[in-house]
């Protein structure tokens, strides 16, 4: 009966640094009020940083949707809403609903690929990689789980682009392969990968070979 008093309940615990409660009545705000988008991603990025990653998700939608009034697998308009698809595509891929993370990893993709569609985009490629070669790693399995193999192999190829690392390369290209049931493929891969007698990915690629050998 008192939902108009919530943000500034919400507002009250922020500053007071009492960070749970702040969390606790920003999830019950986001049904029946508008709050400030900035907050929210502020308070979802505590929840994040705690893990807990579906709370933090409901906030950073919430935040998405009181910046564009849609869905965050829709395509953004600046570089921050950029940098919110990533974090909410890393949180749905967090909680395995890697459908969700790939939809919107898509549209990250998009962006980087044609960032002269949105405002403010002249910094956009070192604003949202970041690191190039992990973040093209983390859209690529997001992919993978997904069941989007193109895509995730185009990714971990894209991600090699900067980190020069023919080896690892082989054993990201072997996993989309056994996914796939090209087991011929993967093994191939594989093999590439322990001829150069690599480290780097410790005894994952023993694990995958001993599965695509069975």
């Not at 949105?118 to 070192?126: M, T």
Request: no cysteine.
């Amino acid at each position: 009966a008192a939902a108009k008093l919530l943000p500034e309940i919400v507002f009250l615990a922020h500053n007071l640094h009492r960070r749970e409660e702040a969390a606790r009545y920003a999830l019950l705000a986001a049904e029946r009020v508008e709050l400030d988008p900035l907050l929210l991603r502020q308070l979802a990025l505590q929840l994040d940083e705690r893990e807990q990653w579906r709370r933090a998700l409901r906030l950073y939608e919430k935040a998405w949707q009181g910046r564009n009034g849609s869905s965050p697998d829709q395509p953004a308009t600046t570089s921050g809403d950029v940098l919110l698809q990533m974090e909410i595509g890393r949180l749905y891929f967090l909680v395995e609903d890697y459908a969700r993370s790939a939809a919107v990893f898509a549209r990250v993709r998009e962006t980087l690929e044609h960032p002269e569609r949105i405002s403010q985009n002249e910094s956009l490629q070192k604003l949202v990689l970041g690191q190039p070669d992990r973040t093209y790693r983390i859209l690529a399995e997001a992919f993978l789980q997904a069941g989007r193999f193109d895509d995730a192999a185009a990714l971990f190829r894209k991600a090699q682009e900067t980190a020069k690392n023919a080896p690892q390369l082989a054993f990201q290209l072997a996993r989309v392969a056994a996914k796939r049931g090209r087991h011929d493929d993967a093994l191939r891969q594989l093999d590439s990968y322990l001829q150069a007698h690599a480290t780097s990915e410790g005894g994952a690629p023993y694990a995958l070979l001993r599965e695509e050998l069975q």
